[in-house]
């Protein structure tokens, strides 16, 4: 039996201005490209949870485009987040139309299984290890069933999961490899799909997330990591212990988490030296009114009067910070944009990430923005890019909301200004190098 | 040592490559994962070693080792190697 896996990967873009202006601008193009280029760490778990005597293919959905269908398989399994559903969704068909069976799952199938369903033999719907085998093993025999559940009573025990097949890649295509060491995260703000889907917050035990970084660093001269997390630095008391084990082998990588990493001094110098290149962090927004109640226990709230110090403290160790903020939450209003400009730059962050408030489908976002008539479709998945926009915001026109991002684009990701916080950064690194 | 050699020395001190594999026409992204980031690191690190000042845009899409000892030897004012 072959499975052939495709991973759904590449960053979109639907409004043309906008495109045509990203292209132009260094720093917007640098994130896309790295983003783009991350590969599926779903399919290489789901091939090391698959049996020995099962060929298991992994492929980037470039690749089909490119040379056309492999129909040598006997199960494409395809995995795609909310903006490429409609591309995975047609891919689906012309496989399921040569008669090689479809099994999809991921975020947006999880999200949306009736509608992943209508384009498929079989859906998993959440966490893939628990079920994989069933579905492999239903396969073979040509039983697929519509559905395949992981128990949401019983989530997913992180400290069993398999090292992830790292050697089917082909990692000179690659500029970073992904690992994770946690699943979902406490915080749950309205907007997040993965709070949803993930459930209960869990760690992998330091030992097994340094065996999959092991494995990369035998098959990699140079590798960069990217913790596929959402909230790495929860659990202090882990993240102390995995940093340690992390500053024995001179790996540069880059994670995601929220402010309060900066809260404890001996972890910024932990980080410092486990080779951590870049934190990023959703601030979400600089505005008290926008940040009151994102999350449900209103925590990004009580933590704005930190941001400033947070992003110095942490800085000034070496480590860049890339600062996320949402456009578009209902205390924005037209003269929010000017305001996170300033903050930015003021602030030095080496990169920031702007983006629109997106309702993800199913997500108490998208049940709120629905229930007050906000939305302008029901579904617009392709839409969800992060750069489209798919509401009405509460105070201000869409117009004005389109021309605030435009405006922060073209104020911070424009050559000058990127230079200008390169040479912050270049300026922290000497007086390090120095200080050394 | 010439300006290449010490150059490719400091770029192996970054990349944490062993110098005796890096030459001076090596890619700095494929074979030595120099990637943006780093390419800052690569900058505080030839300015404190060398004593120059390079606007690090200036070292956005050089290439190789041999690509910045040529700007290298513009902004310092010496002959290229």
Request: with cysteine; net charge negative.
């Amino acid at each position: 039996m072959t499975i052939l896996f495709i991973s759904m990967s590449g960053v979109r873009i639907v409004s043309q201005s906008l495109k045509e202006l990203g292209i132009t601008l260094p720093g917007f193009v640098e994130r896309g490209e790295v983003i783009s280029s991350l590969p599926s760490l779903a399919g290489l778990t789901l091939a090391a949870c698959t049996p020995g005597d099962v060929e298991f293919r992994y492929r980037e959905v470039d690749d089909i485009t490119q040379h056309g269908l492999e129909t040598d398989v006997d199960l494409v399994a395809l995995s795609t987040f909310t903006a490429m559903a409609y591309d995975c969704y047609a891919l689906a068909d012309r496989y399921r139309s040569v008669g090689t069976p479809v099994v999809i799952g991921g975020l947006h199938a999880t999200l949306m299984p009736q509608e992943a369903k209508a384009h498929s033999d079989a859906v998993c719907v959440g966490e893939g290890e628990p079920v994989w085998p069933r579905i492999v093993d239903d396969a073979r025999q040509r039983r697929l069933k519509p559905f395949y559940r992981a128990s949401t009573r019983y989530r997913y025990d992180l400290s069993t999961a398999p090292v992830p097949r790292y050697e089917l890649l082909d990692i000179s295509r690659y500029n970073r490899l992904t690992v994770q060491t946690s699943r979902g995260c406490p915080l749950d703000c309205e907007f997040c799909a993965a709070s949803k889907v993930l459930g209960r917050y869990r760690i992998k035990p330091v030992k097994q997330v340094m065996q999959e970084i092991d494995r990369i660093a035998r098959l990699w001269d140079h590798p960069f990591l990217e913790l596929a997390d959402d909230n790495t630095f929860v659990n202090k008391a882990w993240a102390k212990a995995f940093l340690k084990e992390m500053a024995k082998r001179d790996i540069p990588w880059f994670t995601e988490a929220d402010v309060s990493v900066a809260d404890d001094p001996e972890l910024i110098e932990l980080l410092a030296k486990s080779g951590c290149r870049q934190v990023l962090i959703g601030f979400e927004s600089i505005f008290s009114e926008s940040l009151d109640n994102l999350d449900r226990s209103n925590w990004k709230w009580k933590r704005r009067d930190q941001y400033r110090r947070a992003i110095d403290s942490l800085q000034s160790h070496g480590i860049s910070v890339n600062g996320c903020f949402i456009l578009g939450l209902d205390g924005d209003t037209p003269d929010s944009f000017e305001k996170i400009r300033d903050f930015i730059l003021e602030t030095n962050l080496l990169e920031s990430q702007v983006t629109v408030l997106t309702p993800f489908p199913n997500t108490r976002l998208y049940h709120r923005l629905k229930q007050e008539g906000r939305l302008f479709e029901e579904t617009f998945w392709d839409r969800c890019t992060l750069f489209d926009l798919n509401f009405y915001p509460k105070q201000m026109s869409p117009a004005e909301l389109e021309e605030g991002m435009m405006f922060l684009f073209r104020e911070l990701y424009n050559q000058q200004i990127y230079a200008r916080r390169r040479r912050h950064y270049v300026d922290i690194q000497k007086r390090l190098h120095t200080a050394a | 040592m010439t300006i290449d050699q010490r150059i490719c020395e400091l770029v192996a001190q970054v990349s944490r490559v062993s110098p005796d594999q890096i030459q001076p026409n090596s890619d700095l992204y494929r074979d030595l994962g120099i990637d943006s980031l780093r390419t800052l690191e690569l900058v505080a690190t030839l300015e404190t070693e060398l004593g120059v000042a390079i606007p690090e845009i200036e070292l956005l899409g050089l290439k190789t080792p041999r690509d910045i000892a040529d700007k290298i030897a513009f902004f310092a004012n010496i002959p290229a190697p």
